[in-house]
Protein backbone atom coordinates (compact mmCIF):
# COMPACT_ATOMS: atom_id res chain seq x y z
CA UNK A 1 0.00 0.00 0.00
CA UNK A 2 1.16 3.60 -0.77
CA UNK A 3 1.14 6.88 0.87
CA UNK A 4 -2.58 7.22 3.10
CA UNK A 5 -5.07 10.52 1.49
CA UNK A 6 -5.02 11.40 4.83
CA UNK A 7 -4.90 11.42 8.57
CA UNK A 8 -6.58 11.17 11.60
CA UNK A 9 -5.44 12.02 15.23
CA UNK A 10 -8.39 11.39 17.85
CA UNK A 11 -9.93 7.67 18.28
CA UNK A 12 -13.07 8.27 20.00
CA UNK A 13 -16.45 7.32 18.86
CA UNK A 14 -16.66 10.44 16.08
CA UNK A 15 -13.02 9.52 15.07
CA UNK A 16 -13.29 6.26 14.35
CA UNK A 17 -16.48 6.60 12.52
CA UNK A 18 -15.29 9.13 10.31
CA UNK A 19 -11.66 6.85 9.41
CA UNK A 20 -14.59 4.02 8.62
CA UNK A 21 -16.57 6.49 6.38
CA UNK A 22 -13.70 7.77 4.54
CA UNK A 23 -12.20 3.91 3.85
CA UNK A 24 -15.37 2.91 2.75
CA UNK A 25 -15.27 5.57 0.16
CA UNK A 26 -12.05 4.73 -1.64
CA UNK A 27 -9.62 6.56 0.77
CA UNK A 28 -6.78 5.14 2.52
CA UNK A 29 -6.14 6.68 6.15
CA UNK A 30 -3.24 6.41 8.70
CA UNK A 31 -4.80 7.18 12.14
CA UNK A 32 -3.13 8.09 15.60
CA UNK A 33 -4.16 8.50 19.21
CA UNK A 34 -2.40 9.79 22.16
CA UNK A 35 -3.27 6.45 24.11
CA UNK A 36 -1.39 4.25 21.64
CA UNK A 37 -3.65 1.06 23.20
CA UNK A 38 -6.21 2.47 21.27
CA UNK A 39 -5.09 2.61 17.83
CA UNK A 40 -4.12 -1.27 18.08
CA UNK A 41 -7.94 -1.95 19.52
CA UNK A 42 -9.29 -0.28 16.24
CA UNK A 43 -7.13 -1.76 13.93
CA UNK A 44 -6.92 -5.35 15.11
CA UNK A 45 -11.30 -4.65 15.67
CA UNK A 46 -13.39 -2.33 13.47
CA UNK A 47 -10.48 -1.58 10.96
CA UNK A 48 -9.06 -4.63 10.43
CA UNK A 49 -8.16 -5.90 6.59
CA UNK A 50 -9.36 -2.15 5.59
CA UNK A 51 -6.96 0.40 3.91
CA UNK A 52 -6.28 2.02 7.48
CA UNK A 53 -2.83 2.43 8.88
CA UNK A 54 -2.12 2.63 12.43
CA UNK A 55 0.73 4.85 13.86
CA UNK A 56 2.82 4.87 16.94
CA UNK A 57 3.65 8.51 16.61
CA UNK A 58 3.05 11.94 15.22
CA UNK A 59 6.21 11.44 13.46
CA UNK A 60 5.09 7.97 11.43
CA UNK A 61 1.31 9.18 10.79
CA UNK A 62 3.07 12.16 8.89
CA UNK A 63 5.70 9.69 7.36
CA UNK A 64 2.64 7.38 6.17
CA UNK A 65 0.72 10.73 4.12
CA UNK A 66 1.36 11.79 0.12
CA UNK A 67 1.49 15.27 -0.21
CA UNK A 68 -0.03 17.99 0.74
CA UNK A 69 -0.33 16.04 3.84
CA UNK A 70 -3.65 16.61 5.43
CA UNK A 71 -4.04 15.52 9.00
CA UNK A 72 -7.05 15.73 10.72
CA UNK A 73 -7.51 16.23 14.29
CA UNK A 74 -10.80 14.97 16.41
CA UNK A 75 -9.53 15.55 20.03
CA UNK A 76 -11.42 17.60 22.70
CA UNK A 77 -11.92 21.63 21.99
CA UNK A 78 -9.53 23.58 23.85
CA UNK A 79 -6.02 23.11 24.57
CA UNK A 80 -5.35 19.58 23.06
CA UNK A 81 -5.86 20.81 20.18
CA UNK A 82 -3.09 23.90 20.39
CA UNK A 83 -0.66 21.12 21.60
CA UNK A 84 -1.49 18.21 18.59
CA UNK A 85 -1.11 21.48 16.54
CA UNK A 86 2.57 22.52 17.95
CA UNK A 87 3.36 18.85 17.88
CA UNK A 88 2.31 18.35 14.01
CA UNK A 89 4.28 21.82 13.01
CA UNK A 90 7.76 20.25 13.00
CA UNK A 91 6.93 17.61 11.27
CA UNK A 92 5.24 19.11 7.90
CA UNK A 93 6.37 21.28 4.93
CA UNK A 94 5.00 24.49 2.98
CA UNK A 95 1.13 24.04 1.60
CA UNK A 96 0.74 21.15 4.30
CA UNK A 97 -2.83 21.10 5.88
CA UNK A 98 -3.75 20.69 9.42
CA UNK A 99 -7.63 20.33 10.13
CA UNK A 100 -9.64 20.63 13.04
CA UNK A 101 -12.71 18.81 13.01
CA UNK A 102 -13.47 19.14 16.37
CA UNK A 103 -16.44 21.42 18.34
CA UNK A 104 -13.50 24.32 18.62
CA UNK A 105 -15.09 27.98 19.74
CA UNK A 106 -14.59 29.81 16.28
CA UNK A 107 -12.28 32.60 17.80
CA UNK A 108 -10.21 30.19 18.36
CA UNK A 109 -10.41 29.28 15.26
CA UNK A 110 -9.64 32.07 13.59
CA UNK A 111 -6.26 32.61 16.37
CA UNK A 112 -5.18 29.27 15.12
CA UNK A 113 -5.66 29.86 11.00
CA UNK A 114 -3.40 32.82 11.48
CA UNK A 115 -0.93 31.19 13.29
CA UNK A 116 -1.19 28.03 11.41
CA UNK A 117 -0.47 29.86 8.04
CA UNK A 118 2.68 31.95 10.04
CA UNK A 119 4.20 29.20 9.35
CA UNK A 120 3.22 28.27 6.07
CA UNK A 121 1.14 25.95 6.21
CA UNK A 122 -2.96 25.94 5.41
CA UNK A 123 -5.43 25.42 8.35
CA UNK A 124 -8.93 24.32 8.15
CA UNK A 125 -11.53 24.32 11.62
CA UNK A 126 -14.43 22.73 10.16
CA UNK A 127 -17.53 21.65 11.74
CA UNK A 128 -18.80 18.18 11.60
CA UNK A 129 -22.57 17.54 12.61
CA UNK A 130 -24.64 13.91 12.77
CA UNK A 131 -23.41 12.35 16.11
CA UNK A 132 -22.27 8.91 16.31
CA UNK A 133 -24.43 7.71 12.87
CA UNK A 134 -23.53 10.61 10.66
CA UNK A 135 -19.76 10.27 10.99
CA UNK A 136 -19.81 6.57 10.06
CA UNK A 137 -23.04 6.95 7.01
CA UNK A 138 -22.53 10.62 6.05
CA UNK A 139 -22.14 14.01 8.40
CA UNK A 140 -22.92 17.63 7.49
CA UNK A 141 -19.92 19.21 6.93
CA UNK A 142 -18.79 22.74 7.44
CA UNK A 143 -15.42 23.53 6.76
CA UNK A 144 -13.78 27.06 6.47
CA UNK A 145 -10.01 28.18 7.22
CA UNK A 146 -7.74 28.58 4.86
CA UNK A 147 -9.33 28.98 1.21
CA UNK A 148 -6.36 27.23 -0.90
CA UNK A 149 -6.89 24.36 1.63
CA UNK A 150 -10.52 23.36 0.01
CA UNK A 151 -9.38 21.79 -3.11
CA UNK A 152 -6.85 19.16 -1.28
CA UNK A 153 -9.70 18.23 1.12
CA UNK A 154 -12.95 18.69 -0.89
CA UNK A 155 -13.04 15.26 -2.55
CA UNK A 156 -12.77 13.39 0.25
CA UNK A 157 -15.31 15.88 2.45
CA UNK A 158 -17.95 15.79 -0.27
CA UNK A 159 -17.49 12.21 -0.41
CA UNK A 160 -18.04 11.26 2.83
CA UNK A 161 -20.58 13.89 3.90
CA UNK A 162 -24.32 13.23 3.68
CA UNK A 163 -26.24 13.56 0.01
CA UNK A 164 -29.81 15.15 0.30
CA UNK A 165 -32.37 13.56 -2.38
CA UNK A 166 -30.49 15.27 -5.97
CA UNK A 167 -27.45 13.67 -4.93
CA UNK A 168 -25.47 17.27 -3.79
CA UNK A 169 -23.18 16.68 -0.59
CA UNK A 170 -23.85 18.26 2.44
CA UNK A 171 -20.51 19.96 2.83
CA UNK A 172 -19.81 23.44 0.93
CA UNK A 173 -16.83 25.88 1.75
CA UNK A 174 -18.35 28.20 4.27
CA UNK A 175 -15.57 31.17 4.29
CA UNK A 176 -12.44 32.20 6.19
CA UNK A 177 -10.72 31.77 9.45
CA UNK A 178 -13.62 30.73 11.84
CA UNK A 179 -16.65 30.55 9.17
CA UNK A 180 -17.65 26.93 9.19
CA UNK A 181 -16.65 26.71 13.33
CA UNK A 182 -19.21 29.83 13.77
CA UNK A 183 -21.52 28.06 11.18
CA UNK A 184 -21.74 25.02 13.54
CA UNK A 185 -21.92 26.69 16.51
CA UNK A 186 -24.94 28.74 14.92
CA UNK A 187 -26.15 24.80 14.18
CA UNK A 188 -25.93 23.75 17.93
CA UNK A 189 -27.47 26.96 18.91
CA UNK A 190 -30.63 26.46 16.52
CA UNK A 191 -30.81 23.44 18.09
CA UNK A 192 -30.63 23.99 21.36
CA UNK A 193 -34.06 25.77 20.65
CA UNK A 194 -35.71 22.99 18.43
CA UNK A 195 -35.16 20.33 21.30
CA UNK A 196 -36.45 22.85 23.91
CA UNK A 197 -39.36 23.81 21.61
CA UNK A 198 -40.23 19.60 21.06
CA UNK A 199 -40.04 19.35 24.92
CA UNK A 200 -42.29 21.89 25.66
CA UNK A 201 -44.90 20.90 22.96
CA UNK A 202 -44.22 17.70 24.84
CA UNK A 203 -45.33 19.21 28.25
CA UNK A 204 -48.44 20.67 27.24
CA UNK A 205 -49.77 17.64 26.01
CA UNK A 206 -48.79 15.89 29.28
CA UNK A 207 -49.37 18.35 31.69
CA UNK A 208 -52.70 20.37 30.25
CA UNK A 209 -53.75 17.85 28.68
CA UNK A 210 -52.74 14.28 30.29
CA UNK A 211 -51.82 12.39 27.54
CA UNK A 212 -49.26 9.55 28.01
CA UNK A 213 -46.58 8.76 26.27
CA UNK A 214 -48.16 5.92 24.30
CA UNK A 215 -50.42 8.62 23.61
CA UNK A 216 -47.88 11.09 21.92
CA UNK A 217 -46.24 8.94 20.20
CA UNK A 218 -48.80 8.43 17.51
CA UNK A 219 -49.09 12.44 17.32
CA UNK A 220 -45.19 12.85 16.73
CA UNK A 221 -45.58 10.00 14.37
CA UNK A 222 -47.54 11.81 12.41
CA UNK A 223 -46.02 15.24 12.49
CA UNK A 224 -42.95 13.84 11.35
CA UNK A 225 -44.89 13.04 7.88
CA UNK A 226 -45.77 16.34 7.03
CA UNK A 227 -43.94 20.12 7.87
CA UNK A 228 -42.37 19.49 11.05
CA UNK A 229 -40.74 16.16 9.13
CA UNK A 230 -37.23 16.35 10.80
CA UNK A 231 -34.79 14.36 12.63
CA UNK A 232 -35.53 15.63 16.09
CA UNK A 233 -39.01 14.72 15.50
CA UNK A 234 -38.97 11.24 14.77
CA UNK A 235 -36.23 10.55 17.07
CA UNK A 236 -38.59 11.61 19.63
CA UNK A 237 -41.71 9.64 17.98
CA UNK A 238 -38.87 6.67 19.03
CA UNK A 239 -38.01 7.73 22.55
CA UNK A 240 -42.01 7.95 23.43
CA UNK A 241 -42.40 4.22 22.12
CA UNK A 242 -39.75 3.08 24.15
CA UNK A 243 -40.16 1.11 27.56
CA UNK A 244 -37.49 0.42 30.46
CA UNK A 245 -36.67 -3.00 30.65
CA UNK A 246 -36.53 -2.62 34.17
CA UNK A 247 -40.18 -0.97 35.24
CA UNK A 248 -42.05 -1.78 31.71
CA UNK A 249 -42.35 1.82 32.19
CA UNK A 250 -42.07 4.42 29.22
CA UNK A 251 -38.64 5.18 29.32
CA UNK A 252 -39.59 8.47 29.56
CA UNK A 253 -41.25 8.01 32.87
CA UNK A 254 -38.26 6.97 34.21
CA UNK A 255 -35.56 9.96 33.67
CA UNK A 256 -34.66 12.43 35.61
CA UNK A 257 -35.45 15.85 34.27
CA UNK A 258 -31.96 17.42 34.06
CA UNK A 259 -30.37 18.30 31.67
CA UNK A 260 -26.61 18.71 30.61
CA UNK A 261 -25.16 20.53 28.35
CA UNK A 262 -21.27 21.34 25.82
CA UNK A 263 -21.71 24.99 25.85
CA UNK A 264 -22.05 25.68 21.86
CA UNK A 265 -25.48 26.63 22.88
CA UNK A 266 -24.21 29.53 25.67
CA UNK A 267 -21.38 30.58 22.39
CA UNK A 268 -24.43 30.87 20.04
CA UNK A 269 -25.80 33.25 22.93
CA UNK A 270 -22.57 34.92 23.46
CA UNK A 271 -22.34 35.62 20.05
CA UNK A 272 -25.58 36.91 19.74
CA UNK A 273 -24.79 39.83 22.26
CA UNK A 274 -21.30 40.69 21.10
CA UNK A 275 -22.78 41.54 17.76
CA UNK A 276 -25.99 42.39 18.86
CA UNK A 277 -28.73 40.39 17.25
CA UNK A 278 -31.70 39.31 18.99
CA UNK A 279 -31.57 36.05 19.45
CA UNK A 280 -33.75 35.12 22.62
CA UNK A 281 -35.00 31.69 21.68
CA UNK A 282 -31.47 30.03 21.74
CA UNK A 283 -30.86 32.14 25.00
CA UNK A 284 -34.23 30.53 26.58
CA UNK A 285 -33.32 27.31 25.36
CA UNK A 286 -29.65 27.25 27.63
CA UNK A 287 -31.27 29.06 30.12
CA UNK A 288 -34.08 26.30 30.28
CA UNK A 289 -31.41 23.44 30.45
CA UNK A 290 -29.84 25.69 33.34
CA UNK A 291 -33.08 25.56 35.35
CA UNK A 292 -33.42 22.10 35.04
CA UNK A 293 -30.06 21.16 36.52
CA UNK A 294 -30.86 22.98 40.40
CA UNK A 295 -33.68 19.88 40.75
CA UNK A 296 -33.07 20.02 44.13
CA UNK A 297 -34.25 23.39 44.49
CA UNK A 298 -37.15 23.47 42.34
CA UNK A 299 -38.85 20.29 44.17
CA UNK A 300 -38.47 22.03 47.64
CA UNK A 301 -39.88 25.31 45.70
CA UNK A 302 -42.84 23.44 44.09
CA UNK A 303 -43.52 22.56 48.26
CA UNK A 304 -43.40 26.53 49.07
CA UNK A 305 -44.58 28.57 46.03
CA UNK A 306 -48.56 28.44 44.58
CA UNK A 307 -48.94 28.53 40.71
CA UNK A 308 -52.30 29.14 39.63
CA UNK A 309 -54.05 25.79 39.98
CA UNK A 310 -56.31 26.34 36.77
CA UNK A 311 -58.01 23.22 35.02
CA UNK A 312 -57.81 24.40 31.39
CA UNK A 313 -60.51 22.81 29.54
CA UNK A 314 -60.24 21.95 25.90
CA UNK A 315 -61.03 20.02 22.73
CA UNK A 316 -58.35 17.35 22.90
CA UNK A 317 -57.82 16.66 19.56
CA UNK A 318 -58.29 20.15 18.45
CA UNK A 319 -55.52 21.36 20.96
CA UNK A 320 -52.79 18.86 19.67
CA UNK A 321 -53.31 20.15 16.17
CA UNK A 322 -52.48 24.05 17.84
CA UNK A 323 -49.69 23.16 19.28
CA UNK A 324 -48.30 21.63 16.26
CA UNK A 325 -49.15 24.71 14.36
CA UNK A 326 -47.71 26.59 17.37
CA UNK A 327 -44.07 24.39 17.72
CA UNK A 328 -43.94 25.10 13.67
CA UNK A 329 -44.20 28.95 13.81
CA UNK A 330 -41.85 28.63 16.97
CA UNK A 331 -39.48 27.17 15.17
CA UNK A 332 -39.82 29.61 11.81
CA UNK A 333 -38.85 32.15 14.80
CA UNK A 334 -36.12 30.26 15.98
CA UNK A 335 -34.33 29.64 12.44
CA UNK A 336 -34.73 33.27 11.70
CA UNK A 337 -32.21 34.73 14.36
CA UNK A 338 -30.19 32.19 13.98
CA UNK A 339 -29.58 33.53 10.03
CA UNK A 340 -29.94 37.01 11.54
CA UNK A 341 -27.15 36.00 13.40
CA UNK A 342 -24.91 34.67 10.73
CA UNK A 343 -25.93 38.08 8.56
CA UNK A 344 -24.63 40.39 11.46
CA UNK A 345 -21.37 37.73 12.40
CA UNK A 346 -20.82 37.69 8.60
CA UNK A 347 -20.75 41.71 8.40
CA UNK A 348 -18.83 41.97 11.82
CA UNK A 349 -15.74 39.45 10.94
CA UNK A 350 -15.88 40.15 7.30
CA UNK A 351 -17.09 36.58 6.04
CA UNK A 352 -19.00 35.95 3.05
CA UNK A 353 -21.58 33.11 3.87
CA UNK A 354 -23.58 31.85 1.24
CA UNK A 355 -27.18 31.26 3.13
CA UNK A 356 -29.18 29.24 1.05
CA UNK A 357 -25.78 26.84 0.71
CA UNK A 358 -25.69 26.57 4.49
CA UNK A 359 -29.68 25.46 4.53
CA UNK A 360 -28.41 22.85 1.88
CA UNK A 361 -25.83 21.29 4.18
CA UNK A 362 -27.90 21.50 7.05
CA UNK A 363 -30.79 19.50 5.16
CA UNK A 364 -28.95 15.64 5.57
CA UNK A 365 -26.16 14.06 7.86
CA UNK A 366 -26.93 16.54 11.13
CA UNK A 367 -29.20 16.91 13.98
CA UNK A 368 -31.60 19.94 12.89
CA UNK A 369 -31.77 18.02 9.66
CA UNK A 370 -35.37 18.70 8.43
CA UNK A 371 -37.76 19.10 5.34
CA UNK A 372 -37.96 23.05 6.05
CA UNK A 373 -34.63 23.87 5.21
CA UNK A 374 -35.31 23.37 1.67
CA UNK A 375 -37.84 26.14 2.22
CA UNK A 376 -35.06 28.50 3.49
CA UNK A 377 -32.15 27.47 0.78
CA UNK A 378 -35.89 28.42 -1.59
CA UNK A 379 -36.00 31.82 0.25
CA UNK A 380 -32.29 32.72 0.01
CA UNK A 381 -32.31 31.28 -3.94
CA UNK A 382 -34.61 33.42 -4.84
CA UNK A 383 -33.78 36.39 -2.70
CA UNK A 384 -30.53 36.39 -1.68
CA UNK A 385 -29.77 39.45 0.01
CA UNK A 386 -33.11 38.87 2.15
CA UNK A 387 -33.27 40.75 5.32
CA UNK A 388 -34.99 37.95 7.45
CA UNK A 389 -36.67 34.69 7.12
CA UNK A 390 -39.64 36.02 8.44
CA UNK A 391 -40.23 38.37 5.32
CA UNK A 392 -40.29 35.54 2.80
CA UNK A 393 -43.67 34.84 1.28
CA UNK A 394 -43.35 30.86 2.76
CA UNK A 395 -42.73 32.04 5.86
CA UNK A 396 -44.91 35.00 6.42
CA UNK A 397 -47.96 32.79 5.01
CA UNK A 398 -47.40 30.37 7.54
CA UNK A 399 -47.25 32.27 10.53
CA UNK A 400 -50.09 34.36 9.26
CA UNK A 401 -52.23 30.60 9.26
CA UNK A 402 -50.68 29.26 12.62
CA UNK A 403 -50.31 32.44 15.05
CA UNK A 404 -53.82 32.46 16.15
CA UNK A 405 -53.30 28.68 17.29
CA UNK A 406 -49.75 29.81 18.31
CA UNK A 407 -50.65 32.78 20.75
CA UNK A 408 -53.85 30.59 22.53
CA UNK A 409 -51.17 27.78 23.01
CA UNK A 410 -49.10 30.11 24.82
CA UNK A 411 -51.44 31.99 26.48
CA UNK A 412 -53.16 28.86 27.91
CA UNK A 413 -49.80 27.55 29.24
CA UNK A 414 -49.59 30.28 31.28
CA UNK A 415 -52.92 30.18 32.40
CA UNK A 416 -51.92 26.56 33.78
CA UNK A 417 -48.90 28.19 34.84
CA UNK A 418 -46.87 25.55 32.65
CA UNK A 419 -43.28 27.09 31.48
CA UNK A 420 -43.02 27.92 27.69
CA UNK A 421 -39.73 29.96 27.54
CA UNK A 422 -39.15 29.01 23.81
CA UNK A 423 -42.04 29.08 22.63
CA UNK A 424 -43.15 32.08 24.18
CA UNK A 425 -39.97 34.26 23.54
CA UNK A 426 -40.15 33.08 19.81
CA UNK A 427 -44.04 35.17 19.71
CA UNK A 428 -42.05 37.95 21.88
CA UNK A 429 -39.39 37.66 18.96
CA UNK A 430 -41.94 38.02 16.31
CA UNK A 431 -44.36 41.03 17.59
CA UNK A 432 -40.91 42.98 18.70
CA UNK A 433 -39.77 42.25 14.71
CA UNK A 434 -42.84 43.44 13.39
CA UNK A 435 -43.48 46.58 15.86
CA UNK A 436 -43.31 49.96 13.68
CA UNK A 437 -42.64 51.79 17.82
CA UNK A 438 -41.09 49.87 20.37
CA UNK A 439 -40.96 51.78 24.53
CA UNK A 440 -37.37 52.15 23.63
CA UNK A 441 -38.03 55.88 23.79
CA UNK A 442 -38.69 55.58 27.06
CA UNK A 443 -35.38 53.67 27.84
CA UNK A 444 -33.02 56.29 25.91
CA UNK A 445 -34.90 58.78 28.03
CA UNK A 446 -34.25 56.89 31.47
CA UNK A 447 -30.47 56.49 30.19
CA UNK A 448 -30.00 60.29 29.19
CA UNK A 449 -31.75 61.44 32.56
CA UNK A 450 -29.36 59.01 34.59
CA UNK A 451 -26.15 59.05 32.38
CA UNK A 452 -26.61 61.77 29.87
CA UNK A 453 -26.44 59.21 27.37
CA UNK A 454 -28.30 60.81 24.63
CA UNK A 455 -30.88 59.92 22.32
CA UNK A 456 -32.23 60.68 18.41
CA UNK A 457 -35.35 62.47 18.00
CA UNK A 458 -38.26 61.79 15.42
CA UNK A 459 -38.32 65.27 13.81
CA UNK A 460 -34.53 64.98 13.44
CA UNK A 461 -32.61 63.08 10.68
CA UNK A 462 -30.80 59.78 11.84
CA UNK A 463 -27.10 60.23 13.29
CA UNK A 464 -27.95 63.93 15.91
CA UNK A 465 -27.79 63.13 19.17
CA UNK A 466 -29.63 65.43 22.02
CA UNK A 467 -29.55 65.51 25.27
CA UNK A 468 -32.28 66.98 28.01
CA UNK A 469 -31.56 68.79 31.49
CA UNK A 470 -34.49 66.82 33.23
CA UNK A 471 -34.03 67.87 36.31
CA UNK A 472 -32.86 71.45 35.92
CA UNK A 473 -29.97 70.96 38.46
CA UNK A 474 -27.53 68.98 35.60
CA UNK A 475 -24.86 70.68 33.18
CA UNK A 476 -25.18 70.38 29.46
CA UNK A 477 -22.35 68.08 29.03
CA UNK A 478 -23.72 64.64 26.91
CA UNK A 479 -21.53 61.83 27.63
CA UNK A 480 -20.20 60.08 24.12
CA UNK A 481 -22.73 57.94 22.67
CA UNK A 482 -21.49 54.29 22.02
CA UNK A 483 -23.07 50.84 21.20
CA UNK A 484 -21.04 48.17 23.59
Not at 313 to 326: G, L, N, P, S, Y
Request: hydrophobic share 40%; proline share 4%; with cysteine.
Amino acid sequence: MGKCNIGLIGLAVMGENLVLNMESHGFSVAVFNRTTSKVTDFTEGRAKGKNIVGCFSVEELVENLEKPRKVMLLVKAGNPVDQFIDMIIPHLEKGDIIIDGGNSHFPDTIRRTQYVESKGLLYIGTGVSGGEEGALRGPSIMPGGSYKAWPAVKPIFQAIAAKVADGSPCCEWVGNNGAGHFVKMVHNGIEYGDMQMICEAYSIMKNILGMSADEMQPVFKEWNEGELDSYLIEITRDILGKKDDETGKPMLDVILDTAGQKGTGKWTSQAALDVGCPAPTVAEAVFARAMSAIKEERVAASKALKGPGVKIDVDKKVFVEMIRQALYASKICSYAQGYQLMKLAAEEYQWDLKYGEIALMWRGGCIIRAQFLGKIKEAFDKNPKLQNLLLDEYFKDVIDNNQKAWRSVVAKAIEAGIPVPAFSSALAYYDGYRSEVLPANLLQAQRDYFGAHTYERIDKPRGEFFHTNWTGRGGTTASSTYTV
